[in-house]
């Protein structure tokens, strides 16, 4: 497992693309967080918080974590080299726990440098005493169980195609579909009532908590739970292509 997942930050970071794609979404986070005048703006929030950068940065990921794993299985596939791979003594579990902690391991990369946020934060506040450090840090530890969901359904999603596009798309839709789709239906006004139920089993609903600075097992248990669900997919492909 050691060698699949050093492997996987390896082809990472020694292809510009790796590079490119932790840019985009630090400069995404700047530009929406301290420049531009949007619902996601600080200064425009008159509040000293970083509850609308965990916010951001849950949509962001969306698309960030999908495009960090489009290539971990889909490659493989293309190139045949996943065929070697089945030769080698290594199970599929640990082709695919190399695969996923590569891919999570990746997205806290480039979670690391938005820590600067707190020190900017403490620097604008009129009193950095009432900053909610405790609160922050329990909303990274929210985002960074979502980049582990997000992390295992990419890594599910590359291993359905050998095009890396086509998986980048695939993990984008479920991303976006179990982080707010239960979210939206539990909205609508169905009957002249509203289907509150469905939001328990959306990702958007459990890291709301986080977000506010609440820790709940159960919150904690559905992320974790979702994460190993997809690997387990991940996991029934991979067979399905040794036989």
């Known amino acids: 497992m050691k060698a699949i997942f050093y492997k996987e ?8 693309l790796g590079y490119i794609i932790i840019g985009v979404f630090l400069l995404l986070n700047a530009l929406f967080l301290w420049w531009i005048n949007n619902d996601f703006n600080i200064f425009q929030s008159g509040y000293a918080q970083l509850v609308l950068f965990f916010e951001l940065a849950a949509w962001l990921f969306v698309l960030i974590v999908p495009a960090i794993g489009m290539k971990s299985i889909s490659e493989e596939i293309r190139r045949g080299t996943i065929e070697l791979i089945f030769t080698q003594p290594i199970s599929t579990w640990q082709f695919i726990l190399g695969k996923f902690l590569g891919t999570w391991l990746v997205g806290i990369f480039a979670l ?10 403490s620097q604008i506040a009129e009193n950095a005493d009432l900053i909610d450090y405790g609160a922050i840090a329990t909303a990274y530890l929210g985002l960074v169980l979502l980049l582990s969901c997000y992390s295992s359904i990419a890594v599910f999603a590359s291993s359905l195609s050998n095009n890396q596009i086509i998986s980048f798309l695939i993990g984008v839709v479920i991303c976006v579909f179990f982080f707010y789709a239960f979210h939206g239906i539990s909205n609508w006004n169905l009957f002249g009532s509203t289907i509150y139920s469905l939001d328990y089993v959306s990702l958007h609903y459990h890291y709301a908590s986080f977000s506010r600075g609440v ?7 559905f992320m974790l739970s979702l994460t190993v669900l997809f690997l387990f997919f991940t996991h029934y492909k991979i067979e399905k292509l040794k036989n």
Do not use: A, G, K
């Open 9 to 16: 930050l390896q082809s990472f970071f020694t292809n510009p």
């Open 112 to 121: 690391i440098p938005s820590l600067f946020y707190v020190f900017s934060l």
């Open 215 to 221: 820790i709940d097992s159960r919150n904690v248990t």
